[in-house]
């Protein structure tokens, strides 16, 4: 006999727990009177309420309607998919016009017919009634799938529920967070593997209305490095084993970009950043020579790659170049060049000062202290540079923006110039400068005029490819952006060391961007949550790895950088930490790790659970591994760096399909950003010529 318990929730309230009746074999007497007063109870209070369960799941559908767009089609698909898993059913979707058949619906992007509000952009409501549950919200597909064009995802429904970067996603969002807030469905990592639920008899959902708008307008982690382009480049440091076809490619591209919007990763509006001048040198070169920068050896040509050539940011042709150009572009495509301009410049090719510009202006407009050089301090002529283009643009267009990059050498706030209004910074600020540093620069910036701006980090870049325990850091670091007015944000890059490497940060970044407002704690907790009984001990298995990073790589890092140029979590610098690693890492370390897994695996929980903390274990060898590599590194010893590497390798191999590592990612950084230190070169799979301009 099988006895349920209800919980009622408190009616109203969009973060209500589940109302789950659980399945109880031993149940004693007393428990069922008990129930069945509860029971009873519920029946009467439960006006207007919507259950679900095994019993009924047959009579409910899934109900779309009759021409539906890919956002409500793949919305449906999604809510399909967690109900049959959570209720073991088979629940069907119908178009609208046989709605009428089914006695309890889902009615996906679909509004009740007295619902009149305005939604804000990516709002997402569901609307539980008796017998119909409303999912809907702020959709729009502004760039469409198209066959010539179509990029990595050749799937008219993916590929346009995907583009996080131009479509918005409100019904979806609006499925998720009914799943998450009414079932408890949580999303640990990309693909069916990262799904975390409970299997309830059945569920009471209480009538409400629950409406969710993303506080930040652009929630971004770049997802490139498991696009089959970087595969790939990256792929060349790989042995032949790692390679991967487009079709596995694009289905784990897929696996993660479904996964943000899990997460509720997408954008209420596209401002554009990126490198701004790459293209300039091959089509101004003749016409408009001065536009670029006079090196130190006295020519205006790029030093090195032309897509890194310098600008002359007080020459005052190229405000007005780069306006007419947007004048093209907004008349192509007004949709992505409406609300900005790029006025970024390009990265630095690695020729320190000589590749910026020494002519009379730019070096007058800084105001550069006593010491410092070019790839210390240019702030101001940037400053001068985006202010002429907003000028310029403004002519044109009254509400148009200037977008800017604070990093590098222009990531000290400007100290002569001030920001018209209309300029919009993107910050790169470091998880391994000092806090009260970069506070001191937020500060500097907004005295300087800066209204808001968006926050790009590259802290999830720096990865050994063994557990770092950044998540904390990272997470504050993102905070303090918070507090200083970002209106979005885009993070750089996740690199995709899941399942007890990268996990729990990926995770709380991510639901830190969809609920800005949520502590730490907060997020560790419901993260930990998923692993029931084991999750004291996961605690300790994560905790362990922040120790290390918080008591030992930090205070490191800080005493050897001034908070603005960071000393080893830097890209290209890592080999520096990972040739101290004994410093900061030992055997133990993994020993303990390992107990902790192992007892986790021991505890009662569900088997998403237990697979999910088998494989962490599969990882934390692989770990193990890497760490031993990095010490026979140390030892310059030529045999022993190549047996290490060889048992490293050939464990990598073995396990490359049964846990979730971005594997060519991870090599290639081992390879390039630590020097091989792990020794890859003895094993002769390395080509001859890797080209790391494709880095
Ligand atoms: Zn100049």
Same mark, same amino acid.
């Given at each position: 006999m099988i006895i349920t318990r209800h919980v009622i929730p408190r009616r109203?309230?969009?973060?209500?727990s589940p109302v789950i009746i659980k399945s109880r074999n031993k149940m004693k007497s007393i428990i069922f009177i008990i129930c069945l007063f509860q029971i009873l109870i519920s029946i009467s209070c439960k006006e207007g309420s919507f259950n679900i369960g095994k019993e009924n799941i047959g009579s409910i559908s899934i109900v779309v309607p009759d021409t539906a767009n890919s956002i409500v089609l793949f919305a449906a698909d999604e809510l399909k998919k967690h109900l049959d898993l959570v209720f073991d059913g088979n629940i069907s979707i119908t178009g609208f016009s046989s709605r009428n058949k089914f006695s309890k619906r889902f009615l996906v992007g679909i509004k009740p017919d007295d619902y009149s509000k305005k939604l804000n952009p990516e709002e997402a409501v569901y609307i539980v009634k008796k017998h119909d549950v409303f999912l809907f919200g702020d959709d729009a597909i502004n760039i469409k799938y198209s066959e010539e064009h179509h990029g990595d995802l050749n799937d008219k429904k993916l590929n346009e529920v995907l583009n996080l970067s131009n479509n918005r996603t409100g019904t979806l969002f609006a499925v998720y967070n009914f799943l998450e807030n009414e079932l408890g469905v949580k999303w640990i990592k990309p693909g069916d593997d990262g799904i975390f639920y409970a299997k309830p008899l059945s569920v009471i959902l209480t009538a409400k209305d629950s409406t969710w708008t993303p506080k930040l307008l652009q929630r971004n982690i770049r997802t490139e490095m498991l696009s089959f382009k970087i595969q790939n480049a990256y792929g060349q440091c790989a042995p032949k084993e790692f390679s991967v076809t487009k079709e596995e490619s694009f289905k784990k591209y897929a696996d993660l970009l479904i996964w943000m919007r899990r997460m509720r990763m997408g954008r209420s509006e596209n401002f554009r950043f990126g490198?701004?001048?790459?293209s300039y040198w091959e089509k101004y070169q003749k016409t408009n020579p001065d536009i670029f920068a006079l090196t130190s050896m006295g020519v205006?040509?790029?030093?090195?790659?032309i897509e890194r050539v310098k600008m002359c940011?007080?020459?005052?042709?190229l405000p007005k170049i780069k306006v007419n150009e947007w004048r093209d572009d907004l008349q192509k495509n007004p949709f992505q060049n409406s609300k900005s301009i790029s006025g970024c410049e390009n990265d630095s090719d690695g020729f320190g000062s000589d590749e910026w510009c020494h002519c009379d202006n730019c070096m007058a407009i800084d105001a550069r202290r006593e010491g410092e050089d070019l790839t210390d301090y240019v702030t101001d002529r940037y400053v001068h540079l985006w202010n002429a283009i907003l000028k310029e643009a403004r002519q044109y267009k009254d509400d148009i923006m200037v977008t800017g990059y604070a990093y590098e050498n222009m990531l000290q706030p400007p100290r002569r110039e001030k920001l018209d209004d209309g300029i919009l910074i993107e910050f790169i600020p470091r998880m391994g400068g000092d806090f009260e540093v970069t506070k001191k620069l937020y500060e500097g910036w907004q005295e300087a005029g800066m209204k808001k701006m968006m926050y790009r980090p590259n802290?999830?870049?720096?990865?050994?490819?063994?557990? %770092? *325990?950044q998540e904390q850091r990272l997470f504050e670091n993102f905070k303090l952006g918070i507090a200083h007015n970002a209106i979005g944000t885009d993070f750089?890059?996740? %690199? *995709?060391?899941w399942e007890g490497i990268t996990d729990m940060t990926y995770y709380i970044l991510a639901k830190g961007n969809a609920d800005p407002n949520a502590t730490f704690e907060k997020l560790e907790e419901e993260y930990l949550n998923s692993f029931g009984e084991a999750k004291d001990d996961i605690a300790k298995y994560y905790r362990h790895w922040r120790n290390i990073f918080n008591t030992k790589v930090i205070p490191e890092e800080l005493r050897l950088n001034n908070g603005i140029k960071t000393y080893f979590l830097e890209y290209g610098l890592l080999y520096r930490l990972t040739e101290r690693i004994d410093e900061f890492y030992s055997l133990e370390d993994f020993d303990l790790t390992d107990s902790y897994l192992k007892t986790a695996a021991g505890k009662n929980i569900p088997d998403q659970a237990g697979n999910y903390i088998r494989r962490m274990q599969i990882a934390n060898e692989n770990s193990r591994l890497t760490f031993i590599c990095f010490m026979a590194g140390r030892s310059g010893n030529k045999d022993q760096i190549t047996a290490r590497a060889k048992e490293l390798i050939s464990f990598r191999i073995k396990n490359k399909d049964k846990v979730d590592i971005n594997w060519n990612v991870l090599f290639q950084a081992q390879y390039h950003q630590m020097k091989d230190q792990i020794g890859m070169r003895y094993l002769g799979f390395l080509p001859k010529d890797i080209d790391t301009n494709e880095f």
């Open positions: 109203g309230s969009t973060n209500d490198h701004a001048y790459g205006r040509k790029p030093m090195g790659r940011p007080t020459n005052t042709e802290d999830l870049w720096w990865e050994m490819g063994i557990p %770092m *325990g750089d890059a996740l %690199m *995709g060391y």
